[in-house]
């Protein structure tokens, strides 16, 4: 009686193909290794086959074998029933595969590019971990509505001479409520400078005249450059955009860049013109060089002499290396001396 072995035709084994040099191949890309593939290359000239015979062919007894063709079968590559070994079409079966793994390596290959524009950023921060650190300068920005309010909070707030860059103020109903402010400060006794352009003199004079009254220093110059208030060394209002009169209102504190500003300031007012009948140091000495010397006389610093005077410290202290030079004497002191002799005080 005939076995059931006999009840599939007998096949020759195909030879397996040529290995490559590393051992793998092409579904080395579905995740199968090399000898995974020369399995399945195996089972797809030998379709058909039961699980007996590809054993014996193979050296397997066939549970190890259906063992070896587990992961064919979860792919989908072939199918092992009872006894018969059927590997699907190619075609059929490999394309979906294909395309799935093609998306894989597209999303990865999108992550990958990602990570490659990250590198220089990431760069950057590792450079950062070697750069100085400090502390953050704060700078307050406030609405243009509210300066009134804060020029009048920071002003009380602060001591020592306020210094006022005014391009275009009078036009404001704010300028006015600050001039109104301005005047009662300085009739309290604190020193004032302020700088205006020349155009003001034709479109609104009452508006210098009123604070120069007041008892302010008033010097013209052929333009400002930008809104600049600056309040003794305690704080500092400027415009966010430098030049503009519109927009928010940088309130700045720290003492450098307060310098800076006055360092700013005193170089404009150097360069700027007294007008006569507006400017009450103009109006109240006719000889600055009598009334430096009388300060120098009285023992007064640079400091008190410059809010006297109504000019920069920068000028006070040219201003008396004048003196000293046309006196022909090295000290102060003998700047006074020689100044009587000579009947100038």
Same mark, same amino acid.
Not at 69 to 93: N, S
Not at 208 to 216: H, L, P, W
């Given at each position: +009686?005939?076995?059931?072995?006999?009840?599939?035709?007998?096949?020759?084994?195909?030879?397996?193909?040529?290995?490559?040099?590393?051992?793998?191949?092409?579904?080395?890309?579905l995740?199968?290794?090399?000898?995974?593939?020369?399995?399945?290359?195996?089972?797809?000239?030998?379709?058909? $086959?039961?699980?007996?015979?590809?054993?014996?062919?193979?050296?397997? %007894?066939?549970?190890?074998?259906?063992?070896?063709?587990?992961?064919?079968?979860?792919?989908?590559? =072939?199918?092992?029933?009872?006894?018969?070994? +059927?590997?699907?079409?190619?075609?059929?079966?490999?394309?979906?595969?294909? $395309?799935?793994?093609?998306?894989?390596?597209?999303?990865?290959?999108?992550?990958?590019?990602?990570?490659?524009?990250?590198?220089p $950023?990431?760069?950057?921060?590792?450079?950062?971990?070697?750069?100085?650190?400090?502390?953050?300068?704060?700078i307050?920005?406030?609405?243009?509505?509210?300066?009134?309010?804060?020029?009048?909070?920071? %002003?009380?707030?602060?001591?020592?001479?306020?210094?006022? +860059?005014?391009?275009?103020?009078?036009?404001?109903?704010?300028?006015?409520?600050?001039?109104?402010?301005?005047?009662?400060?300085?009739?309290?006794?604190?020193?004032?400078?302020?700088l205006?352009?020349a155009? =003001?003199?034709?479109?609104?004079?009452?508006?210098?005249r009123?604070?120069?009254?007041?008892?302010?220093?008033?010097?013209i110059?052929?333009?400002?450059?930008?809104?600049?208030?600056?309040?003794?060394?305690?704080?500092?209002?400027?415009?966010?955009d430098?030049?503009?009169?519109?927009?928010?209102?940088?309130?700045?504190?720290?003492?450098?860049?307060?310098?800076?500003?006055?360092?700013?300031?005193d170089?404009?007012?150097?360069?700027? +013109?007294?007008?006569?009948?507006?400017?009450? $140091?103009?109006?109240?000495?006719?000889?600055?060089?009598?009334?430096?010397?009388?300060?120098?006389?009285?023992?007064?610093?640079?400091?008190?002499?410059?809010?006297?005077?109504?000019?920069?410290?920068?000028?006070?202290?040219?201003?008396?290396?004048?003196?000293?030079?046309?006196?022909? =004497?090295?000290?102060?002191?003998?700047?006074?001396?020689?100044?009587?002799?000579?009947?100038?005080?």
């Amino acid at each position: +009686m005939a076995s059931s072995e006999q009840s599939v035709p007998a096949r020759t084994l195909a030879p397996d193909p040529p290995e490559t040099g590393n051992g793998a191949g092409p579904l080395r890309a579905l995740g199968f290794s090399g000898a995974e593939e020369r399995l399945y290359r195996l089972l797809l000239r030998n379709s058909g $086959s039961t699980l007996v015979r590809l054993g014996e062919l193979l050296g397997r %007894t066939s549970g190890e074998l259906r063992e070896l063709l587990g992961p064919f079968e979860r792919a989908g590559l =072939v199918d092992v029933g009872t006894d018969i070994v +059927m590997v699907h079409p190619p075609e059929t079966v490999l394309g979906p595969l294909i $395309s799935a793994e093609t998306r894989r390596l597209e999303a990865r290959s999108d992550q990958l590019a990602a990570l490659r524009a990250l590198l220089p $950023s990431l760069s950057r921060e590792l450079q950062s971990s070697g750069a100085p650190t400090g502390e953050p300068v704060m700078i307050e920005a406030v609405d243009a509505g509210d300066v009134v309010e804060l020029v009048r909070t920071v %002003t009380l707030a602060s001591t020592g001479e306020m210094l006022w +860059m005014r391009p275009d103020q009078w036009r404001l109903d704010v300028g006015r409520e600050i001039d109104a402010l301005v005047k009662d400060v300085v009739a309290s006794g604190r020193p004032s400078r302020a700088l205006y352009p020349a155009r =003001v003199l034709e479109e609104a004079p009452e508006v210098v005249r009123g604070r120069a009254e007041a008892g302010e220093h008033v010097r013209i110059l052929a333009s400002v450059p930008s809104r600049v208030s600056i309040l003794g060394s305690t704080a500092a209002l400027l415009s966010e955009d430098w030049g503009s009169s519109i927009g928010r209102r940088l309130v700045v504190r720290q003492h450098a860049l307060i310098g800076a500003l006055t360092a700013l300031f005193d170089n404009l007012w150097d360069r700027a +013109m007294p007008v006569p009948g507006l400017d009450a $140091s103009v109006r109240e000495r006719s000889d600055d060089r009598g009334l430096l010397l009388d300060q120098l006389a009285g023992g007064a610093r640079d400091e008190q002499i410059a809010r006297a005077l109504g000019v920069s410290l920068r000028t006070v202290r040219r201003r008396v290396a004048e003196i000293l030079d046309e006196l022909g =004497v090295e000290s102060r002191f003998q700047a006074g001396v020689e100044a009587v002799r000579r009947g100038w005080l």
